[in-house]
């Protein structure tokens, strides 16, 4: 069962109340979150957002060179897996970590997911950022999983 939405962004105003909607949906139980989207696309500009809006206080960036940015300083963990650098078999020793952070109660997002082969077996919301053609940013949302579906429901309202 799967749910999705969709959210032109025309600034990075639009982004932010996006993902404070979003960041308020999640910011209790928690979720998984698969990022997908060209360099620049806005993928960290979104986590960033969110981690604003549950009250991350640390500094929130990219986690490219270092593969795992975690940040504890609000009521619930933030995780940010980017697995762009990852070659296959990289990504195959930490698919059992992935899992792990799925359980429980933290947001965690991973960036690049296509780099995992797409193969998450768990619930959770696949992200999709994308450039318009007159330099907005379209954000798909599809909830994998009943919790997930949701989630994505509530942002549709």
Known sequence: MTKTYEK???????????????AKLIENDGCFINLYGEIGAGKTAFVKKVAE??????????????????YHSAKIP?????????????V?????????????????????AQFGQNQ????HIKINVTY???DSRRYS??????KCARIVEELIK
């Not at 933030?78 to 990289?90: P, Q």
């Not at 998450?120 to 619930?123: A, E, L, N």
């Open 8 to 22: 032109i962004c025309k600034t990075l105003d639009d982004t932010k109340e996006l993902a404070y909607r979003f």
């Open 53 to 70: 809006a549950i009250g991350i206080t640390e500094k929130v960036t990219s986690p490219s060179f270092v593969i795992l940015n975690e």
């Open 78 to 90: 933030v995780y940010h897996f980017d697995l762009y650098r990852l070659e296959n078999e990289g």
């Open 92 to 112: 195959k020793t930490i698919f059992d970590e992935l899992q792990e952070y799925s359980e429980g109660k933290q947001i965690t997002f991973v960036e690049w």
């Open 120 to 123: 998450v077996p768990f619930d």
């Open 132 to 134: 318009e053609d007159d």
């Open 141 to 146: 949302f599809e909830g994998f999983g009943e």
